[in-house]
């Protein structure tokens, strides 16, 4: 990104952003509620485009979908009797960004049992995510973000109410497949400890409206 700023209407929620980010990289990213760290998730996920600068993602323009950028939104309950396993969740990771029901073939069957596998979800793959606790849930996510094998993973605070112990193995999960695939990482997030170890770079975000009341 160079040059980048966001805008909603009048107001500018961050501007004059250069960043950089290479292959195997972690970049942690904090600031206080409301400084743009979602939105700046949203702005290369291709979901909003920027109101001034320029931004690539793998050398193109971001754009919605495809199997480049992994994505672990922030943590959501699950509305009550959702039709869907763990497995299925993942699975929506392998072709989920393709249109249509289709029968997973040997090749996706294989890629949602590795990715369960490399979380320690195996023993839970087959239960209705409504009954998985936060812990497993946000496993599961993580799961489904790195299932097509991306080149970039974006987490948003993917350790919001999740225990000490499992805020370590969500962090140890990303910074092991940034280091052993090469895979680019922005990760939000409010708890800066569990991190610290793997991040190679962190990216404060000024502002919010929290520091415009203190100013
Ligand atoms: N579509 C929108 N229209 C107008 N304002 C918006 C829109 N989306 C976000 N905002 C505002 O932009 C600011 C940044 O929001 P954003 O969600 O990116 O912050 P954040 O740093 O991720 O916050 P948090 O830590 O609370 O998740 C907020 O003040 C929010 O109210």
Known sequence: MRGGALRYGDRTVWSGLDLDVAAGEFVAVLGSNGSGKTSLLKVLLG?????????TVGGRPPRRGGPLIGYVPQHRGVPPYTPLRARDLVRLGVDGHRWGPRPPGPDARRRVREALRDVGAEAFADVPIELLSGGELQR??????LASGPRLLLCDEPLAS??????????ELVGRRCREHGTAVVFVTHEVEPVLPFADRVLRMPGGPEARDVA
């Open 140 to 145: 599961v996510r993580v799961a489904q973000a």
């Open 162 to 171: 999740l225990d000490a112990a499992h805020q370590r193995i969500v962090s």
């Open 47 to 55: 979901l909003r485009r920027l109101s001034a600068g320029t931004v």
